[in-house]
């Protein structure tokens, strides 16, 4: 994922919370996987699976617990500033998501073959920053740069990061510790 932030005196366009925004538990999934709001966005949490579950998040972004919450129900959490946060489950380790709040709407996301297209970029200043699920925000900050839009196309070409494996990749649960993984229900 990529966007620019504009730097100061290049237009800044409004991407304000509007619509609704919801990270949906089904099958022991959260969908979708990655999901970009405006920063204020309220973020539903609606739990269709016929078990309890509980979502957290300890992560810079925004960090909370929404508690155990049964089948049916739903809770929600308001993003109030720029930021990843990692979305998981205390009871099944298996669920993660990953919401990006930001304040601008000049994003993309990239597409099956690891590129991505920015449009209808006013002509401008900006700092181009980069998001890859895995890979450390310290190495990502190395890959931001700024860029300048005139009013041709701008080609950045490549740029390279590792990626990870999401099956390689683990968590702790809500209190720092591994998941137990023999107390497990067939939930």
């Not at 204020?40 to 300890?58: E, I």
């Not at 390689?168 to 649960?173: A, E, I, R």
Request: charged share 15%.
């Amino acid at each position: 994922m990529a966007w620019l932030a504009p730097s100061p005196g290049s237009p800044a366009l409004p991407f304000a919370p509007s619509g609704h925004y919801t990270l949906l538990q089904k099958n022991r999934t959260f969908i979708p996987h990655l999901q970009v709001i405006p920063v204020g966005a309220v973020v539903q949490f609606p739990n269709a699976d016929p078990f309890f579950h509980n979502v957290f998040s300890l992560f810079e972004g925004k960090k909370f617990d929404l508690g155990l919450y049964e089948a049916g129900s739903s809770k929600s959490v308001t993003f109030p500033r720029e930021g990843v946060s990692y979305i998981f489950c205390n009871i099944h380790p298996e669920m993660s998501a990953v919401i990006v709040a930001l304040s601008t709407p000049l994003y993309s996301i990239a597409n099956a073959d690891n590129s991505f297209a920015l449009h209808d970029i006013p002509p401008g200043d900006y700092r181009l920053h980069l998001w890859i699920e895995g890979v450390p925000q310290s190495y990502l900050a190395g890959l931001s740069r700024s860029v300048h839009i005139s009013s041709r196309v701008l080609d950045l070409g490549t740029i390279s990061a590792p990626i990870a494996r999401h099956a390689n990749m683990t968590h702790m649960n809500k209190f720092g510790n591994a998941y137990d993984r023999e107390s497990q229900t067939s939930y």
